[in-house]
Structures are given as C-alpha cells and as structure tokens.
C-alpha cells in the first residue's frame, strides 16, 4: 500500500503546481475606452458619477497586503471582483433628502446579475479566505483586524442619507463570474420617501489584457 499512498501524494502535489501555475491568470479586465461617466440631475439637484477602478488602481491606493478590494489570489477561490467607486454631489437647488441602500443597486454583466457585497459579508468572505492561510502563503502578514478597518472605511454601508451640504463618495465591490469582455450596466436607484425617485444607470465597456 506504501507505494500507492506515494503516487497519490505525488499526484496531489502535481495538481496543487498545476493549479498554481495555469490556475491564476496574469490578465486584467479594462475599460475599452476612458469613461468617466458623471450624471448632472437638475431636477434633483445633485450629480452623480460612477467610475471604474482598476486592478492597477486598487494595488496603488489600498497597497498589497490587507488589500480586501482585490481579487483573491487564493488557489480554492473562484471569486471575481469589480470595483466601482461612487460619488454623490448635492448641488444648487437640492430636492432631497434621498436614501441609497447599497441592497437596491445591482450590476448586469454577461448574464450575470448580482448586488454589491455590503461590509459584513465582505468581511466574513476575507474572513473565510485567510482560513488557507497555511496552504496559500501571500496572505501572509494578513488580519482581519486592519482589513475591517479598511472596509468599513470605504465601502458603502447598507444605507447612505444624501443630505445637503454631505458628499457621499464610497467603493461598490461586485463578486461573481463575470466575463472577460463585454458591456456591463450598473444600477443606482435613489429613493425619496420610500419610493424611487430616479434610477440611475451607467454603462461600461470592458477589454481585457493579458
């Protein structure tokens, strides 16, 4: 039996390289062109812009390590993360309050249709990932403690109250089997009184490059 333990272990130590190896894609989904997409409501009162933020963009601002913006690198994670970052601008003539509830918005991309994670399911999702810790060792150095921190701080929480006076400018992390290439829409829905008061959508074109 002894050789037949041995060829099984080799034989799981050779999937693990090939995982390791072929597994994670060096590649990076891109805008196909710049879009800076910003929406001026006059009848509300207020702009509204949604912009991609890219891999690259994600390592400069929130760095390598307790990054929880970036794609797992896990080799038994199959997540896929799109990051938006929002901004909500009241302006002259403010016909508000509004409510955003992070519930509300949601992405279509591919066929796929998912809302954003909020930060307690961000946060339980990292906290599930640094359990392979031992297996997958770029999360080495990683707590829990600094990557809430860092969530909490920029993600957007379950409501935001658009208010006069009050910019609202938060992270929308989207997780799912997106395609590499395509068009996307995202939708915001601001609510007055409980009720939608506009819909916003946006549209993104995506390329990818290895």
């Known amino acids: 039996m002894k050789p037949v333990r041995a060829l099984i272990s080799f034989a799981g130590l050779l999937l693990i390289a090939s995982l ?20 001026h409501e006059g009848n509300l009162g207020l702009s509204i812009s949604l912009t991609h933020v890219s891999d690259r963009e994600i390592e400069e601002r929130f760095g390598k390590k307790n990054n929880p913006f970036q794609t797992p690198s896990s080799l038994f994670s199959q997540a896929q993360f799109l990051l938006f970052e929002l901004t909500i601008k009241p302006d002259t003539g403010f016909n508000g309050p509004f409510t955003l509830n992070s ?6 991309f591919g066929g796929v249709n998912v809302r954003p994670k909020n930060q307690f399911l961000l946060s339980r999702f990292w906290a599930h990932e640094l359990e392979h810790e031992i297996v997958d060792r770029r999360y080495k150095g990683w707590t829990m403690g600094k990557i809430k921190i860092v969530i909490d701080k920029h993600l957007l929480p379950n409501t ?11 992270l929308l992390l989207f997780k799912g089997g997106f395609p590499r290439y395509g068009n996307s829409s995202v939708y915001i829905p601001l609510l007055k009184n409980g009720s939608v008061e506009k819909n916003f959508r946006f549209d993104f074109e995506f390329d990818y490059q290895e």
């Open 20 to 39: 390791s190896l072929f597994g994670c894609s060096t590649g990076s989904r891109v805008l196909k062109s710049d879009q800076a997409l910003v929406e």
């Open 103 to 108: 519930k509300d918005i949601e992405i279509q």
């Open 160 to 170: 935001v109250q658009v208010v006069e006076g009050s910019v609202v400018r938060r």
